[in-house]
């Protein structure tokens, strides 16, 4: 691990072209906002109602979803509370020609990264759309490493993993060994196993991720074991 980051496997595939979704009911926003955001280099799929974006599996990759909020026979800002509630996490962009503040806080309130209102100029879409894209890269990075950890953590034996649950909670090594009744020697053994097969450049590192896998062991501490 270097920097708080974990590597596993090969160099990362180049990046792709954002993916941007457009859902508004109007056929002249969808090519308007369509139109500049293939000017800015972004993938851009375009949707009149939300069971059409819904219905498409290459939307399901979407870094930012421009949602308006009026549109037929739909309220987007019930759409945005399904998509949570669907646990589909894409950042979005509420759009609106008739906006008011209770409708504004609401969109913020379930998680919008800005409430645009029409009619907006380029650099409003563009900026909007680039923090999206921005928080998007973040939480996948996230989720990246997460799945690292899971992936090296699969690779240590029970015993390695009792070792790791104990340190990471703060015991020292001869608590550990009175813990699981090996000799100290033997848990420096697993301790430096599991340390290397983490890729754990610390004690810190190997904290951090035994929180994101929650097998510290909670329910003792280096001061609630004889030493």
């Known amino acids: 691990m270097a920097n708080g980051t974990i590597a596993v496997g090969g160099p990362p595939a180049p990046a792709c072209p954002a993916l941007v979704c457009v859902i508004d009911a109007d056929a002249l926003v969808r090519c ?3 139109s500049l955001l293939r000017s800015a280099d972004y993938r851009v799929m375009a949707f009149a109602s939300p069971e059409d974006y819904l219905a498409s599996a290459e939307a399901a990759d979407a870094a930012c979803l421009m949602l308006d909020v009026h549109l037929d026979g739909a309220d987007g800002l019930e759409v945005q509370q399904a998509l949570h509630d669907r646990s589909i ?3 979005v962009v509420l759009m609106t ?3 008011d503040t209770q ?3 609401r969109g913020m309130k379930a ?3 800005d ?3 029409k009619p907006f100029t380029e650099d409003e879409v563009l900026h909007a759309v680039g923090e999206a894209v921005a928080l998007d890269r973040r939480r996948r990075s996230e989720r990246g490493e997460d799945d690292a950890v899971r992936i090296l ?3 240590l034996t029970p015993r390695e993993r009792d070792v790791m649950a104990l340190v990471t909670a703060g015991l020292m090594n001869k608590q550990v060994a009175a813990k699981l009744e090996l000799s100290e020697v033997t848990v420096k053994i697993h301790r430096g196993n599991l340390m290397r097969k983490m890729r754990a450049q610390s004690l810190a590192d190997l904290v951090r991720m035994a929180e994101i896998l929650d097998v510290r062991e909670r329910t003792v501490t280096r001061y609630s074991v004889a030493g």
Request: charged share 10%.
């Open 32 to 34: 308007a906002v369509e």
């Open 89 to 91: 996490p894409v950042p």
């Open 97 to 99: 020609g008739q906006g």
């Open 103 to 105: 409708m504004t806080v």
């Open 111 to 113: 998680g919008a990264v």
């Open 115 to 117: 409430f645009l209102t």
């Open 153 to 155: 953590y699969a690779k």
